[in-house]
């Protein structure tokens, strides 16, 4: 069978093993601590390729926090000592004030992804999840956490 249908045979693997199938954000060589935040995306993905998903979510909030310093100590230099919510708060706040007429509920994105990744990451402990729940919950910090990456990379 792989040898007649190899895309899909790969694609199959993929999401039995986890990598990702959504794009990966990739931090700029410019960007501040650009090296450690990509090396978190990749130890993320190894992470959860290993079964080690606490940890993936762990990587996935050190990872989001990080970037959202990068973007402020280009953007809001005197906010970027802030934790991550809070600083999710004034990048949201940033990005209204300097796109303008764009979709609030679009910008809202970047507080409730914050939140879900805040919340994994301090809850996962108290969870009563099986490695299933374990597994797909890993998954989903994984891709918010590079959509948000990627979203935010636009205006570095």
Known sequence: MEHRAHDKVADL????GGTALAPTAVVP????SA?????????IDNSIAG???ERAISLSYTCLEGFYKA???KNLPSLS????IALSREIKRWLGQTLG???DEALSMINHIS???DRARNKFSESHFEEEAARWLALYVRDLMNTQIRLLLHFL
Not at 81 to 84: A, F, G, P, V, Y
């Open 115 to 117: 939140y879900t990744v």
């Open 29 to 32: 060589h410019d960007t501040w």
């Open 51 to 53: 079964s080690n998903y």
């Open 35 to 43: 090296d450690r935040l990509n090396q978190y995306l990749t130890d």
């Open 71 to 73: 973007f402020a100590r």
């Open 101 to 103: 007429s764009y979709p």
């Open 81 to 84: 000592h802030l934790e991550m």
């Open 13 to 16: 693997r993929g999401v039995l």
